[in-house]
């Protein structure tokens, strides 16, 4: 058995720290465009540099999303509960990361199916 509460603090910790790194991303992301209007000189080099920004702010809202569903998830009740097949999330699992939504075992088959990247800070 897992005891949701000893998660909450670290998901509202974890939620804050992505809020602030969402906002940098954001400023970062915009500098950058700014910078490619600037000088407009390759390109392809320059969209490069802008999608891999954005991408790091998707991951980072993506992580986000799911801190909040699991915050979610601790108020129902429902936290620890795979989405998929309701089986209990594995406890090492839930310390590693606290916000995910699926088992190891579905979490793995989704890996497998290409729907869902294996989400790291
Ligand atoms: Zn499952």
Redesign the pocket.
């Known amino acids: 058995m897992i005891n949701p509460k000893q998660y909450k603090k670290r998901l509202l910790d974890l939620e804050k720290k992505l809020e602030a790194r969402a906002d940098r991303d954001l400023e970062n992301g915009r500098g950058e465009l700014i910078d490619v209007a600037h000088d407009a000189g390759d390109a392809s080099v320059s969209d490069v540099a802008v999608d891999s920004e954005f991408t790091q702010a998707e991951l980072n809202s993506m992580i986000l999303q799911q801190v909040q569903d699991a915050l979610r998830r601790i108020d129902d009740g429902t936290f620890g509960k795979?989405l998929?097949?309701d089986?209990p999330i594995e406890k090492k699992r839930l310390d590693a990361v606290p916000w995910t939504p699926?088992?190891l075992?579905?979490q793995t088959l989704l890996e497998a199916a290409g729907r869902e990247r294996n989400w790291t800070l």
């Open positions: 795979c998929i097949d089986g699926y088992c075992k579905h």
